[in-house]
């Protein structure tokens, strides 16, 4: 039911930093999970982070574990990926997601997606 915009992709030099944002549309944002995920060309779709609606508990991948940080502001229906050390291998279009029920950390999980921001570290 959520709609989802990104925002905040470009380039950057590896070392750098890059705060990506997600605007949400739905009355109910606050009883979503909210996740980003990332592909690059050619490869599977990746779990990036997680936040858990109720609780703030959040959930990252061992790739990104103290790099990236996940928060949300329910007021402003916003979630958002801080990501720090930027290294090459994280080139890729990342997607914001929803998920109204339990997750696992797997794309099927989540229920509303949105249109992906490009982000391209060099080296």
């Known amino acids: 039911q959520v709609q989802l915009v990104e925002s905040g992709g470009g380039l950057v030099q590896a070392g750098g930093s890059l705060e990506l944002a997600c605007a949400a549309s739905?009355?109910?944002?606050?009883?979503?999970?909210m996740g980003w995920f990332r592909q690059a060309p050619g490869q599977e779709r990746d779990f990036v982070a997680a936040?858990?609606?109720?609780?703030?508990?959040?959930y990252y991948a061992d790739s990104v574990k103290g790099r990236f940080s996940i928060s949300r502001d329910n007021s402003k229906n916003m979630v958002f990926l801080q990501m720090n050390s930027l290294k090459p291998e994280d080139t890729a279009v990342y997607y914001c997601?929803?998920?109204?029920?339990?997750?696992?950390?797997?794309?099927?999980?989540?229920?509303?997606w949105g249109q992906g921001t490009q982000v391209t570290v060099s080296s």
């Open positions: 936040m858990h609606c109720c609780g703030g508990r959040t």
């Open positions: 739905g009355r109910t944002f606050s009883n979503y999970h």
């Open positions: 997601a929803a998920a109204g029920g339990n997750f696992y950390y797997e794309p099927a999980d989540f229920d509303s």
